[in-house]
């Protein structure tokens, strides 16, 4: 079995995004896109190494300040 290793010193970033349910196919790509030209270009890798992962959360799935997002 072969392990796939990023070339030593290339740095392979990571970014997970947590976001409220409900955002078109163009909305996530268009996040997706800026996110990993930012991050290719702050932390000086391609981008190609940049994995970004979108976790889509219902709204009632979410609190915050002690009460659900739907209820905000």
């Known amino acids: 079995m072969t392990t ?3 070339p030593k010193g290339i740095a392979v970033p990571v ?3 947590a976001l ?8 996530r ?5 800026e996110l ?3 991050v290719a ?7 190609e ?5 979108l976790t889509e959360v219902e709204r009632d799935h979410w609190g915050k300040g002690g009460r659900l997002a739907s209820e905000l």
């Open 41 to 47: 270009r702050i932390a000086d890798c391609p981008k």
């Open 49 to 53: 190494a940049v994995t970004v992962i």
């Open 36 to 38: 990993t030209d930012s």
């Open 4 to 6: 796939l290793q990023p």
């Open 29 to 33: 790509r268009e996040l997706v896109t």
């Open 15 to 17: 970014v997970n995004v």
């Open 20 to 27: 409220w349910k409900g955002n078109s196919t163009d909305q």
